[in-house]
């Protein structure tokens, strides 16, 4: 009988490799004895299924049955094992467990056959130091019973003391592990013996194919390939077309071709017709000699990239749907506009803020929005006018196109020192002074007068007869809109009358204007008081009167403009007539008052 060195299993004598594992026998080499003081480390460990042939076994004399010896077993070794199991073999004399800790998760001794009664007296379990045991108990093996003959007793095997630390374990199946997949080869061996060449056959483990021809590496490589073709799919979809062009108007009003070209890189030249734009931020304007048709229309743009970069002529197709723009000329008009110009394929339908346009047979049409109430009133600067007009175009065979025609435009400045708003007077004349855009022009009633080069004017106009009349003063500039003013100059027979007629019908006192607050503005006055301090300011007066009518607790002080007055001085006793334009922000609120006239004198 050969025992493999490496299993341990036994094979016939004339055996050229294990029958279990596959190990070829060195020639007249004995068994390989068990290397004392062996340590192993094992999750799942598993003696071979194959032992040493076992001796007949008497039958006569159950007490004394015939033993086999086992295998020599490692002694004094440190054996730390998930699973262990010893081989089915028979059975041997029981023999000292090895002496050091043992941290065993289950353990058990497998089903011995023809085991020798147990002997009188017990050995004592063994005791493991330090040990962590999940679950330790003996076999449940079949005995002869020493009463019976023939019977069989399960006999349960004394059980190791454990430690405190335990956890529940359960018997798994044991099943013989999956073996590798042998292959037959032939080899030359020299023979001892004879000295002769001999050819044999051995078993010997598969071999990998290479790793180009393994499954997984052509799975991973079609996958690697297949993911770069999807990149470069999504990057060939997603790619920005190289070059958009639209018609556009830039901020003087004038066509220009709007470009976005995703290959130019800043400093690009695009040439139209002669006209050039530069690209920057892969965006560029080129100006147009004359404005696009409606319709579609191709333009050849030429593309110059900065160094050594690629040039090239690209073919562009522009399709104009309708166009749509302001002319600015009306503004000067009697009644200021904006001129608003349409061209759209025939038979298309068309509204402008709000108003539908007529169109003639070729598409064409002109609609005006009037301006006037942006321009009226007075201001000391220039101050843009901002107006989007809104617009809806319905062509033939396309979806309804609405947006926004955007006017901006800066409005002429426009300040009047005398008169206010309203004027009354006794007197054929009144003097119309103020200030307008340096280098300007002033129309009143549209007919012009001087104006000064800082653009102050200085004007003494007629009242030709007794009643109300509204004169507008316009103010112009080159590209400027115009700002006008209307105000009211009334001629009365005499202004005393008149102003006890107002005391008359006005009765709102001091206390109650300060107490209505900011609801107090365009509230008319008729107040008496005396003069607390005066200043001219060109041809106006601003006064400080001591309000005495509807003043509870004194002083009650106001301030008025008086425009085109005579001088007022500190004390003077005076009538005022006229209308609060605010509450100054000062404290203590101070009614702002805007007179139509005032009269001096005592009550």
Not at 107 to 114: C, G, I, L, W
Not at 452 to 457: D, K, L, R, S, V
Not at 494 to 518: I, N, P
Request: with cysteine.
């Amino acid at each position: 009988m050969r025992y493999c060195p490496q299993c341990g299993g036994g094979n016939p004598d004339a055996a050229v490799f294990c029958g279990a594992c596959g190990v070829p026998f060195p020639s007249a080499a004995p068994a390989p004895a068990a290397k004392p003081g062996l340590g192993k480390q094992t999750m799942v460990g598993m003696a071979p299924l194959v032992g040493p042939p076992a001796a007949p076994v008497s039958a006569v004399a159950p007490s004394a049955p015939a033993t086999v010896q086992d295998p020599p077993r490692p002694q004094g070794g440190l054996a730390r094992t998930m699973l262990g199991m010893a081989p089915l073999t028979a059975p041997s004399a029981p023999s000292a467990p090895p002496s050091g800790s043992a941290a065993t998760q289950l353990s058990f001794v497998p089903p011995d056959v023809a085991r020798a009664p147990a002997p009188a007296a017990a050995a004592p379990s063994p005791q493991l130091s330090k040990g962590k045991t999940m679950l330790i108990g003996a076999p449940l093996a079949p005995q002869p019973s020493p009463a019976r003959k023939g019977s069989q007793t399960m006999v349960m095997q004394a059980v190791p003391k454990v430690s405190k630390k335990t956890l529940i374990g359960g018997f798994f199946p044991l099943t013989k592990p999956a073996e590798p997949e042998y292959v037959e080869e032939e080899y030359e061996e020299v023979v001892t013996e004879t000295g002769e060449v001999e050819r044999r056959i051995r078993r010997v483990e598969r071999p990998l194919p290479p790793i180009h021809r393994r499954p997984a590496f052509l799975a991973i490589v079609g996958a690697a390939v297949l993911g770069a073709v999807g990149l470069v799919a999504v990057l060939v979809v997603r790619a920005p077309p190289p070059l958009v062009a639209e018609p556009r108007l830039d901020a003087d009003g004038k066509d220009v071709l709007h470009v976005t070209c995703a290959s130019c890189p800043d400093d690009t030249t695009l040439t139209l017709a002669g006209a050039k734009g530069a690209v920057q931020r892969n965006q560029a304007d080129v100006p147009l000699a004359s404005p696009l048709k409606v319709g579609e229309s191709e333009l050849e743009l030429a593309i110059d990239r900065p160094g050594a970069g690629r040039d090239e002529s690209v073919k562009v197709k522009v399709r104009v749907g309708f166009r749509i723009w302001p002319e600015l000329a009306a503004l000067q008009d009697p009644v200021p506009s904006v001129r608003v110009m349409l061209e759209t394929a025939p038979g298309s339908t068309a509204t402008v803020d709000g108003k539908p346009v007529q169109l003639g047979a070729d598409g064409r049409g002109i609609t005006k929005v009037d301006v006037t109430e942006q321009l009226t009133g007075l201001a000391h600067e220039t101050k843009p006018l901002s107006r989007d007009i809104a617009y809806t175009i319905a062509s033939p065979g396309a979806e309804p196109a609405q947006g926004k025609l955007s006017i901006k435009i800066g409005v002429s400045p426009l300040w009047l020192e005398s008169p206010g708003a309203r004027m009354v007077t006794d007197a054929p004349t009144f003097m119309l002074a103020g200030r307008a855009s340096k280098g300007g022009g002033v129309t009143v009633a549209s007919r012009p007068i001087s104006v000064g080069a800082e653009g102050q004017f200085a004007q003494l106009m007629n009242i030709s007869a007794i009643g109300a009349t509204q004169v507008e003063v316009r103010a112009t500039a080159a590209n400027l809109a115009p700002r006008i003013a209307t105000i009211t100059v009334q001629r009365v027979a005499s202004l005393a009358a008149e102003a006890r007629d107002r005391e008359a019908s006005t009765k709102t006192g001091y206390d109650e204007v300060t107490q209505r607050g900011d609801a107090a503005a365009n509230t008319p006055v008729a107040w008496r008081g005396d003069v607390l301090s005066s200043t001219a300011r060109g041809h106006q007066i601003v006064a400080v009167l001591g309000v005495s009518t509807g003043c509870a607790k004194r002083p009650c002080r106001a301030r008025v403009t008086v425009p085109g007055g005579a001088p007022l001085s500190t004390g003077d006793a005076v009538a005022v007539f006229g209308r609060v334009a605010r509450l100054t922000p000062e404290e203590p609120h101070v009614p702002d008052v805007e007179a139509d006239f005032l009269l001096k004198g005592p009550p």
